[in-house]
DNA sequence: ACGTCGATTTCGAGG
DNA sequence: CCTCGAAGTCGACGT
């Protein structure tokens, strides 16, 4: 059986479920009335309240409300789940050390425990990373400027790692530190560090520093423009059009232009309907 | 009725109680073997595999999978979401504007489809922020350097803004940064920008920059003394000593270290014990 | 909207 | 372990 779930459960029934489920490494939501302590690195009280709470088999545990990304409360993965019955109130206790930290949760109703058995084998691919900006650089130097010339990435310096270091066409060092999206003044900053720590290590060369990315701030700029470095515009992915890939002529266009505009067709295009709900499409929501 | 819970429901019928969901505010959750596709700032794709996606009322969407305390696919607070069924899917679609992104998960099987009725009006305290640190600070300015005194907080400059700014003993403005915990180079570079700014506003003032903070890495050390940077070691909260909070002799010693240690005996001076589970404790998982 | 910065950031890589 | 920097970071607060 891949899912167990317990309505209004009575605590020690609840308890035993969750024992199952932190035994054989199961997922395991408990949804009710609680609250929440916290102690670690900080420390946090939350009040009474209805929460979402995930258990996952790696050590986590997340508190979820109804608002917001981010769990109100949380444990990393690693740590160690413990749940118990006292003073008529369902317990989930999560430790780690190192730092040491603890969460406590305690429910004076208990909605609903589910236990699920997870399979899950895929890992994500994604593109629009930095590191898809500094393959693109790579494969194409002259996309900093003409005569650029890779030497090294993550080259070490006193000061820490640049991204990508190499050489313009007149032979001066150039450090280039790259960001996926738009920056402020703090990657203004992080490249004068590089540059002033390779400018340590080659005195008198004439050290550059380039920010490469896809705009600066007002801020940013005047930052790189008082401490000589230089900017230049670039995303972490090539124009869709695929004549920008290839340079070649127009051939091409039809076919990558299908692809991209047919995401939306594409959901019609599967096997032959399986089950027939016509325009099945909901009303949405906020 | 405040949950709602359909085990491997038919896609259709999966499908009404999503947009119940949907429509009427609730927290909502379908845990199956699905595919996600991703595209705005970045894109990504994943196979399939069992998840459990949560579809909060507020327009987040969250796609957890059994490990990691962040989710692998997700969508913030404010997009729309829409449900549907083609193909032999289930679809959920949350899409945003500005920036432009779209999350779309499809299953293939339904293991179980939930809707939560959440009410929450606790709000969380948190204590041993960088706010806590500034507000020791401003208490007592002493804990800086004798002398220090604040004028501001959050002080602009054409560098961005200062966390304390004052003037020491001899009237020398001080740039002071603060960190809740250990700092790396990013936050000496961050204090020299501020410091510079401030330098550009008092020629000749010889301002002085002062990192706050629990602990410096060796490299910041380094980069803070390469650039006259000083270092005072202070975290968010004070020793839990009481002596140190009102700086009397050592009567409270005990009744705090009570307290510390008392965490684990807090939990069974609560009121008298209103079910009787003995020690209900269960085993532990990792 | 955009800018700026903190975060119990988390996460991963590398020493 | 620690150090360092990226992230579809998120979130808050300001202009």
């Known amino acids: 059986m891949s899912v167990t779930t317990l309505h209004r459960p009575a605590h020690r029934d609840a308890l035993s479920l969750l024992?199952?489920?932190?035994?054989?490494?199961?997922?395991?939501?408990?949804?009710?009335?609680?609250?929440?302590?916290?102690?670690?690195?900080?420390?946090?009280?939350l009040g009474p309240g209805d929460r979402l709470v995930v258990c996952k088999p790696d050590g986590t545990i997340l508190v979820h409300t109804d608002e917001s990304r981010e769990p109100?409360?949380?444990?990393?993965?690693?740590c160690t789940h413990r749940a118990s019955v006292r003073d008529g109130r369902l317990r989930i206790r999560s430790e780690r050390s190192s730092?040491?930290?603890?969460?406590?949760?305690?429910?004076?109703?208990?909605?609903?425990?589910?236990?699920?058995?997870?399979?899950?084998?895929?890992?994500?691919?994604?593109?629009?990373?930095?590191?898809d900006l500094r393959r693109r650089i790579l494969d194409d130097p002259g996309l900093v400027e003409p005569g650029f010339e890779p030497i090294a990435t993550e080259r070490e310096t006193a000061a820490g790692p640049v991204d990508v270091f190499g050489s313009d066409e007149a032979g001066r060092p150039v450090v280039v530190e790259l960001k996926r999206r738009r920056v402020g003044p703090s990657a203004a900053s992080q490249?004068?560090?590089?540059?002033e720590a390779v400018d340590e290590e080659?005195?008198?060369?004439?050290?550059?520093?380039?920010l490469v990315a896809p705009s600066v701030t007002e801020r940013a700029a005047a930052l790189l423009e008082e401490r000589g470095l230089e900017f230049v515009a670039l995303e972490p992915v090539g124009e869709r059009d695929p004549e920008a890939?290839?340079?070649?002529?127009?051939?091409?266009?039809?076919?990558?232009d299908a692809e991209r505009g047919g995401s939306e067709d594409a959901e019609r295009d599967g096997e032959a309907d399986a089950e027939r709900?016509?325009?099945?499409d909901a009303e949405s929501e906020a």
């Not at 490249?191 to 540059?195: E, G, H, S």
């Not at 080659?202 to 380039?210: I, K, N, T």
Request: aromatic residues 8%; glycine residues 14%.
């Open 72 to 78: 109100v409360n949380w444990q990393p993965p690693g």
């Open 202 to 210: 080659f005195p008198d060369a004439g050290v550059r520093g380039v």
């Open 277 to 280: 709900d016509g325009e099945a």
């Open 191 to 195: 490249l004068r560090r590089y540059v």
């Open 245 to 256: 890939v290839d340079g070649g002529d127009g051939a091409a266009v039809d076919g990558e």
């Open 99 to 131: 730092p040491d930290e603890t969460l406590d949760v305690a429910f004076e109703r208990i909605e609903q425990v589910t236990a699920y058995e997870v399979e899950d084998r895929s890992d994500l691919t994604l593109t629009g990373s930095e590191e």
């Open 19 to 45: 024992e199952t489920a932190f035994g054989d490494g199961l997922l395991a939501t408990v949804f009710g009335r609680c609250t929440v302590e916290y102690d670690g690195r900080a420390s946090s009280s």
